[in-house]
């Protein structure tokens, strides 16, 4: 703790005698514990093909967490698809599917589907323009579809996905994703594509799924009580564009979009940079 030493001698009133007043002020500020969540691609990690984790980044969060801040993955990818990064990235807690997804202290607490009307009206109008599609509709890492069309359209291999030449779309109780194997120029001609959120990662098929992670991180500041104002958020890219508020504190990466920069309350240096060591020593968060 850093303390200033005030010195002075008063005099007793109506007496000859003094004393010596000393008075102690603290240059600390009150602690307040902030609510870090990060992007995996392009923050968390960096390098390509072989992305990995800077080690200032690691330093970083080791220091967040024993200065008893809190930290979490926010991250676009299905729970099934990143809870493999918990251990590898050394966190307990996230926000996974798109912001639908919560998990506190490695406990899924909950995944929000989409809406399911929406989506089988999708699904209909795909097949009546005979565009291919998969779907997921659990918490794995497996997706289905009627055919092999998708999969010989597309050459993917993402996610393991089962052909089922009886799936019932009607029947299916929940959705979590949806691939659409469509041409980038067909994404505005999908009428019910508009009813939906989406991203499109490569030219083969875009990805319908929660693309506002705003939503589950202010579920996770609901369970603990906590306010918005302490939220710090890192990005990089398109979808995480939503997550950038006013409410709270959002940094940009170096490498990150110019439109996601404008939002951003500071930009930092590149992901393999020290970029988050850098904002973090910028405000304070450690030293």
Not at 110 to 119: A, R, T, Y
Not at 126 to 146: E, F, H, L, M, V
Not at 178 to 184: D, G, N, R, T, V
Request: some cysteine; charged content about 30%; glycine content about 6%.
């Amino acid at each position: 703790m850093d303390i200033i030493f005030l010195n002075f001698v008063v005099p007793f009133l109506y007496s000859k005698n003094y004393f010596k007043v000393v008075i102690i002020i603290s240059t600390n500020e009150k602690f307040v514990k902030k609510y870090f969540f990060f992007d995996i691609d392009g923050t968390l990690s960096t390098g390509f093909p072989e992305p990995y984790v800077p080690e200032s980044t690691r330093r970083t969060l080791e220091k967040l967490e024993e200065n008893g801040h809190f930290l979490a993955i926010a991250t676009g990818r299905s729970h099934a698809k990143a809870v493999e990064l918990l251990d590898e990235l050394g966190f307990d807690n996230m926000v996974s599917d798109g912001g639908n997804g919560i998990t506190i202290n490695r406990e899924l607490l909950h995944i929000e589907p989409l809406n399911k009307e929406n989506c089988i009206a999708l699904l209909k109008e795909a097949d009546s323009r005979n565009i291919p599609w998969g779907i997921s509709i659990d918490n794995s890492k497996t997706r289905y579809t009627r055919n092999d069309d998708f999969v010989n359209v597309t050459e993917d291999v993402y996610m393991e996905t089962i052909v089922d030449p009886d799936l019932d779309i009607e029947k299916i109780d929940t959705y979590y994703k949806l691939y659409i194997a469509c041409k980038p120029e067909e994404d505005d001609t999908l009428v019910a594509l508009k009813n939906l959120p989406f991203v499109r990662f490569h030219d083969a098929y875009l990805f319908v799924e929660p693309d506002d992670k705003s939503v589950g991180i202010k579920a996770v500041m609901d369970h603990f009580g906590a306010p918005y104002k302490d939220v710090v958020v890192f990005g990089d890219q398109k979808n995480d564009l939503k997550m950038f508020r006013d409410e709270w504190t959002s940094i940009a990466m170096g490498n990150a979009i110019d439109e996601l920069k404008e939002k951003a309350d500071f930009v930092t240096k590149n992901a393999d940079d020290d970029g988050i060591e850098y904002a973090c020593k910028h405000f304070g968060w450690i030293d």
